[in-house]
DNA sequence: AACCCTGTCAACCGCAAACTA
DNA sequence: ATAGTTTGCGGTTGACAGGGT
């Protein structure tokens, strides 16, 4: 698989757009449409990469594109969906019209994370273990958000060469495999970011990253948050094994519903969980 | 006035998924 | 099934503006 080649060599024109340039990028996409952004500069007779003209038309000449600040609204909008989908720009802003992903990455490491509570935690934890013996000689724990993330094993029937190492899909979920769950020995539970009783508290990372499935269906009932069938890993810190076992033993059939299980977890966080405009309405929708 | 620092944001880079022949 | 191509995405960069010293 060949790499397109660097722009500036095949001598195309990088930096920033001009008005005629944009111009010129809109009469073409107007009359002409983008089928191939690779064939557009060419044909609509711009020095710019394919790439450059599709990010430029994406980022900012789209007629849809919402222009000015973010309403107080939209940014509460975008710490929740943060914290239930990640860095996943692009489908936090199909949930914002007029949006873009650029955009919201932009106000969120310019503006928004600045906000949470949790963000200034987060970053005390990927501080060097040097710096934490050196703040806390007695900690050595939890050094690394990965460390303790929980783990649990692909039921077999549901595994395919693609999916291998990937945490568990949740319509596939069975009470068999919760007790697979894999913990970090040296989580530290007296850590500032765990809870203080025996009740999980969430951080901004509790539904930190989302792995995008290919495949294989019995997704028809999930909630609109949990299209596209996603998968979910989230830090063990947050929820202790018990938690999880007890999230599931609502179920009557040893291969609980999927959807209920992530929703009991979802809930019973949710619960007690501390996060400001949370709004666990997203789970019955 | 000159310099430095910080915040902002448009644009680029590189990777991987999706698509096509 | 395979290789080449295109597209989409998230991380990062760098130019610019504004404020402080």
Known sequence: MGRAPCCEKMGLKKGPWTPEEDLILINYINANGHNNWRALPKQA?????????????????????????????????????????????????????????????????????????????????RRTPKQIASSNPSSNQDTEKEQDLVSVSLPSHVKNENTENRPLSPPQCSSSDISTLTTSD??????????TENVPSLDVDFWSEVLSADNSGETSDLPAIFSDQQFFRFPLSSLVTSELESATSSSSSSMCDGMDFWYNIYTRAGESAELPGFDLDYAHS
């Open 45 to 125: 007779g711009l020095l710019r990469c394919g790439k450059s003209c599709r990010l430029r038309w994406t980022n900012y000449l789209r007629p849809d594109i919402k222009r000015g600040n973010f309403t107080g609204e939209e940014e509460d909008t975008i710490i929740r969906l943060h914290q239930m989908l990640g860095n996943r720009w692009s489908a936090i802003a199909a949930r914002l019209p007029g949006r873009t992903d650029n955009e919201i990455k932009n106000v969120w490491h310019t503006h928004l994370k600045k906000r949470l509570p949790q963000y200034q935690q987060n970053q005390d934890k």
């Open 186 to 195: 040296n989580i530290d539970h007296n850590s500032t970011t765990a809870p």
